[in-house]
């Protein structure tokens, strides 16, 4: 799948998570970079940023576990019910491979 305004493929998760990774350490070496002699300013736009980076960590780590947990969820059915997964994934590539065949 491709994005409609760029034609670039879309990004992947692993991908967004790194992503997400790498912008967490930034802003955590700024905090710790901009913890000497600040004026007001700063020091109150630290603290948001310091409080802003706990949410986006612990939102991620929920986001993370909700993940696991449905992949987990999804690997037990599909070993539950190998056949019936395998009738439906073969189902579904049958009826795209008609939709794309049409355009």
Known sequence: MTDSETG?????????V???KVVVHDAEALLKAS????????R???TRLAASL???KAN???FEDRAVAGAKATDRMIREHPY???GVAFGVGLLLGVLVARK
Not at 8 to 16: Q, V, Y
């Open 8 to 16: 670039e493929p879309e990004m992947s998760m692993s991908k967004l």
């Open 18 to 20: 790194q992503d997400f």
């Open 35 to 42: 913890a000497g002699d600040l004026g007001e300013k700063a």
């Open 44 to 46: 109150e736009a630290r």
């Open 54 to 56: 706990e949410g986006a």
């Open 60 to 62: 991620f780590h929920r």
């Open 84 to 86: 019936e997964s395998l």
